[in-house]
């Protein structure tokens, strides 16, 4: 079976709808919608054979239906890929939710091959599907407009310029290892193994206090930053001197040619974290948050700073969101850096009368979003009530009254609805911190949990009695 070709129903699949099992009401609603959107099967089909020259044979892989089905199920559920796994196997319904059935179910780690396939183009092509099906349901009609941004952290730990030159020092040391191992020497000549050194001065730095650090913190980081760029140093001649040496066959060549890969990429990033140490710390320079390096892990994370008594700083990416009234979430995106909120108003609206063919009546935010600029591009769009607080500055007297009134206020009431979603896709969709590994795995996680959301949402407004009514 080939990833583009459909399951086939077996004789033992048939027993098993035979003895009347059912999905739990919300799965089963899910399912039912997802058994109607074609489209959604095709832009996943594109992802999973893309690059292969023959996508109708090989050896069997998951289906278009299967990687869609259980990277929703995964979320809906916050479950990891090891849980999915055994979810799946162990369970008839959740088998027959992910188009499994009868047929053996593949271990962890080919879903999470079938996931990352999927790029973040494609999800958020679906999530568009998603809304857009919603509205010919006649589900949500766009008539209001909630939005609001947040940060949803990467998978680092808190990032000091010592940690991130012991991390450095061990990852390198590390791979240089197992490059000596794959070529069967017993080490690389001229690399020395500095771990315990830069361990004992990452310490020390460590337990350091107030006075310390000021008095001492710079001969030690000195040491420090020297034993990192003699570690990348002696990484990159190693290279350099085993770059003619192959391994026993062509499997040992692959894994060779992968770790010099590694090793190079973050000998690059390591060279990144000793110049920042080294302006920072010994030179005392202020340098720019868009030049730092948070991660050697994570280089993409972002550092943003959102005047948040209990989180005046967070490490991760800044995400807009767009809610209806319904509680779609309409529009998302993962933002550079730390744009200002203010930016996304007209961007917004342009975008919700693609998907709605009409702006908003209401469109609610938080005073982040207030600009002059922004309430005449609402005004001009046809948003009939502007529930945006003016931020700063002396209120006009039409102003006060304005959001003094019963129409305003409201309307902030349906804006901190957003807060509450926010909250739902960080407790149970697992939107908080992102464990998956890159940029645009990030977005994908991101993605997955905005898809699981919606479908959610849809499901419960199909299961809605006076929709039941209206149907008989």
């Not at 920072?280 to 720019?288: M, N, P």
């Not at 998302?332 to 961007?347: R, T």
Request: overall charge positive; hydrophobic content about 40%.
């Amino acid at each position: 079976m080939s990833r583009t070709a459909e399951r086939q129903v077996s004789f033992a699949d048939f027993e098993l709808v035979r003895q009347g099992l059912c999905l739990e009401p919300v799965l089963q609603t899910i399912s039912d919608f997802l058994d109607d959107q074609k489209d959604m099967i095709e832009q996943v089909r594109r992802d999973l054979t893309r690059g292969l020259k023959k996508a109708e044979t090989g050896r069997n892989g998951l289906t278009p239906q299967q990687v869609l089905r259980s990277l929703v199920l995964m979320r809906v559920k916050n479950w990891n890929y090891r849980e999915l796994r055994e979810r799946i196997a162990d369970g008839c319904t959740l088998r027959q939710f992910t188009d499994f059935y009868c047929l053996p179910v593949p271990k962890h780690d080919a879903f999470q091959r079938g996931f990352v396939r999927l790029t973040p183009q494609t999800l958020k092509a679906v999530n568009d599907l998603v809304v857009q099906a919603a509205v010919e349901l006649g589900l949500e009609d766009g008539a209001k407009l909630r939005v609001d941004t947040t940060v949803v952290q990467t998978d680092i730990h808190h990032p000091t310029d010592n940690t991130l030159l012991w991390d450095v020092v061990r990852v390198v040391t590390r791979l240089v290892r197992r490059l000596a191992k794959a070529l069967e020497l017993r080490r690389i000549k001229g690399f020395r193994d500095r771990t315990r050194s830069a361990r004992r001065r990452m310490y020390e730095i460590q337990r350091m206090t107030t006075r310390q650090r000021h008095e001492q913190q710079t001969r030690t980081y000195r040491v420090l930053i020297d034993i990192a760029e003699e570690v990348v140093g002696n990484a990159r001649a190693g290279l350099e001197k085993t770059r003619t040496m192959r391994g026993k066959d062509m499997f040992a060549d692959m894994a060779i040619e992968e770790l010099r890969r590694q090793i190079a990429h973050f000998c690059r990033l390591g060279d990144r974290v000793i110049d920042q140490a080294r302006r920072r710390v010994l030179r005392g320079e202020q340098v720019a948050t868009d030049e730092k390096i948070y991660s050697i892990f994570e280089p993409h994370t972002d550092l943003i700073k959102r005047g948040k008594v209990r989180t005046p700083v967070e490490f991760g990416h800044k995400v807009f969101l767009a809610e209806s009234a319904q509680g779609l979430i309409t529009q998302y995106e993962v933002l550079k850096g730390n744009p200002p909120d203010e930016m996304h108003v007209a961007s917004s609206l342009q975008r919700h009368r693609q998907a709605f063919g009409q702006a908003p009546q209401l469109y609610g935010s938080d005073r982040g979003f207030f600009s002059e600029q922004n309430l005449t591009s609402c005004k001009h769009a046809g948003v009939k009530v502007v529930c945006i607080p003016q931020r700063g500055g002396e209120r006009t007297a039409r102003r006060e009254a304005y959001e003094k009134s019963a129409v305003f206020k409201d309307g902030q009431r349906f804006r901190a609805g957003i807060e509450g979603r926010i909250s739902v896709l960080f407790r149970g969709r697992g939107m908080k911190r992102c464990l998956a590994e890159g940029a645009d795995r990030f977005e994908l996680w991101v993605g997955a949990a905005v898809l699981a959301n919606n479908l959610m949402r849809i499901a419960a407004l199909l299961a809605r009695p006076s929709r039941k009514r209206k149907a008989a």
